[in-house]
């Protein structure tokens, strides 16, 4: 085990006009899972590949258990990385494929044996190791990538969007192996998705980045209670984050809709107007206790998943210069609720819930 750091870490290509990731400041602890999450494009996968040492630093530095690694080749750093696409020798059965390294590292054959055999063990591979890549499910293979991973024993696990290739029922019964696993192991993990339903689920901490530039660093619960700005917001959460533009500021209150009122923070005082983000979940139906705001929407779609129902309203008597981002609110609501396309709902938010931005998109503390 080990711990990371990135100092200033740095890459830049030149066929762009920004870097792919820019100036990124990360600690990880001994032991830690931290994931990286972001939209297509923030350089997240390149982020991993500098740690790993399959992609150069343009400046800056990568340090493992306090070691400067930013020169050393991808072999000598002690990384062991797990892809996306598998990458398993089809030619090879799941033992062969879980050994290569190790072969080529010089192990010798008895402990070759006794690692492979303990990994498969782990992973309820034992009945596998016989079999080539062909004859496998995608999340047996997963597993086989990952064996091969933990047989090398290394200092830091490196997992780049393991899950993607997988059917969503198998993704959640994978991404709950990996985490089990990982506190298993003990092992320093940096693991990147653009999933943020993983990266709530199974990071000790989660760094978003956008655009190359990490936005938040923080718990899952931090980032959805107190993300820093607007893209947090939007980003942590499923269904993602209702924003509300232009709401006038009348007496430290911001006024969305008559009885719909949040109390804004003094750093909000001297605004004329602020965004604010109201959570699906924190709506629901009815008039609500002392100290929810009342809001009246008119029901435009209903999307029931079974468990839960998610209406998509269009708010009515909303205050002068109000916009809502869309051309809908989402809110979620009791299966057992009985709701039709074109009703009008009265609607309870709880206000202490609702986030609240200035103009530029940053949070109001």
């Not at 992609?55 to 062991?80: F, Q």
């Not at 978003?208 to 942590?236: C, K, M, S």
């Amino acid at each position: 085990m080990a711990a990371v750091t990135f100092e200033a870490a740095t890459r830049s290509f030149p066929q762009s006009d920004r870097p792919a990731v820019d100036s990124l400041d990360l600690e990880i602890g001994d032991g830690e899972f931290v994931v990286v999450v972001g939209p297509s494009g923030c350089g997240k996968s390149t982020s991993l590949r500098m740690l790993a040492g399959l992609e150069p630093v343009s400046s800056g530095r990568v340090l493992i258990d306090g070691v400067d690694v930013t020169g050393r080749r991808a072999r000598d750093r002690d990384v062991a990385m797990v892809f996306q696409s598998y990458a398993l020798y089809p030619s090879m059965t799941a033992g062969e494929n879980m050994a290569f390294a190790l072969r080529n590292l010089g192990v010798g054959a008895a402990e070759i044996r006794a690692r492979v055999a303990e990994a498969a063990r782990i992973l309820q591979l034992e009945d596998l190791l016989d079999r080539k890549p062909a004859r496998m499910s995608g999340g047996q293979r997963q597993r086989v990538a990952m064996g091969r991973a933990i047989v090398r024993d290394p200092k830091v696990f490196c997992m780049d969007e393991p899950l993607s290739n997988l059917d969503a029922k198998l993704r959640v019964s994978t991404r709950a192996e990996i985490a089990a696993l990982q506190k298993r192991l003990g092992t320093t993990t940096v693991y990147v998705t653009h999933d943020q339903t993983e990266a709530m689920t199974m990071g000790d901490r989660v760094v978003v980045l956008r655009d190359g530039r990490v936005q938040q660093i923080g718990t899952p619960t931090e980032l959805y209670e107190r993300p820093v700005n607007t893209f947090v917001a939007g980003f942590i959460g499923s269904p993602s984050i209702n924003l509300v533009d232009g709401v006038p500021v009348r007496e430290g209150r911001a006024v969305v809709a008559g009885s719909l009122q949040v109390p804004v923070p003094p750093s909000g005082a001297g605004l004329g107007s602020v965004t604010v983000g109201l959570r699906p979940e924190g709506v629901d139906v009815g008039d609500g206790p002392t100290g929810d705001g009342r809001l009246v929407a008119r029901v435009l779609r209903v999307e029931r998943t079974g468990a839960e129902i998610f209406a998509l309203v269009q708010p009515v008597g909303l205050s002068d210069g109000v916009k809502y981002r869309g051309d809908h609110l989402v809110v979620r609501l009791d299966k057992r609720l009985a709701v039709e396309e074109g009703a009008e709902l009265s609607l309870r938010v709880h206000v202490d819930e609702a986030l609240l931005f200035d103009g530029d998109g940053d949070a109001l503390r």
